[in-house]
């Protein structure tokens, strides 16, 4: 079983985020994964409002983290703790997830498949801002239905829309196409996470053979488009 780090507020009304972090808890189980959230663990020995105490809680939550396969912040509201949480997994290569209703199971980055969904870690930095035209992106897993979220549906062609282009005055719609299926659809930027990196692109070939071949021209596309701006 997955073992997956919760991460939300602690410090405040103390309570009622125990009670949020045990309900999230109960919420990810159901989901076929082993939740671990720190503060109903660590609160039961180290008291938050104490300095020494609190730094104990911190340390031991991180030491949790490096146990755990993937981290999922909880809500937006990101506290001080969080912030350290984030980091750290990122300084270790630990999947991060950003569940923005956390009350809904729905939003649970939980994938159909053994393949962890793609995240915007999984896209290539900067490409959130370039043109999308004819590149393949990476679509947010909350755009599709539990009932079809995996990595191969997250990856899509960019075909035309306003929304292409990140200055789009009149409409940020994107218009896609799945490369393997031919499905169609119609979404707005802000739900494309960026550009694949080519250590994604690889990673998807190999776990789903049926996209190596229809990958492979819009592949090319990109690498062109990358020359052509480094040589301007």
């Not at 808890?25 to 409002?49: K, M, Y």
């Not at 969080?82 to 980091?87: A, L, P, Q, S």
């Not at 789009?168 to 930027?189: E, I, Q, Y």
Request: glycine content about 6%; overall charge negative; some cysteine.
């Amino acid at each position: 079983m997955k073992q997956v780090y919760l991460a939300s507020p602690f410090r405040g009304d103390y309570d009622r985020n125990i009670r949020n972090a045990v309900e999230y808890s109960r919420l990810a189980s159901e989901c076929g994964v082993l939740p671990l959230a720190p503060h109903i663990i660590f609160s039961q020995w180290c008291n938050d409002t104490i300095s020494q105490q609190r730094e104990q809680g911190l340390k031991l939550g991180l030491a949790l983290l490096e146990k755990c396969e993937e981290l999922w912040v909880m809500g937006t509201e990101i506290s001080q703790g969080m912030e350290g949480e984030i980091r750290f997994a990122q300084e270790y290569g630990i999947l991060t997830y950003y569940v923005r209703y956390p009350m809904l199971k729905e939003y649970y980055p939980v994938s159909t498949d053994e393949i962890s969904l793609l995240s915007s870690e999984d896209c290539r930095k900067g490409s959130a801002g370039k043109d999308y035209t004819d590149c393949l992106v990476v679509l947010s897993y909350e755009r599709l239905k539990p009932e079809y979220r995996n990595a191969r549906n997250q990856l899509w062609i960019a075909t035309h829309g306003p929304g292409c282009r990140a200055d789009g005055k009149f409409s940020d719609t994107v218009h896609l196409v799945h490369p393997v299926d031919r499905d169609m659809m119609a979404v707005s930027r802000r739900e494309i996470l960026g550009i694949p990196s080519e250590d994604t692109l690889e990673l998807l070939q190999s776990a789903y053979p049926d996209l190596k071949d229809r990958l492979l021209p819009h592949t090319q596309t990109l690498q062109t488009g990358e020359m052509e701006e480094l040589g301007r």
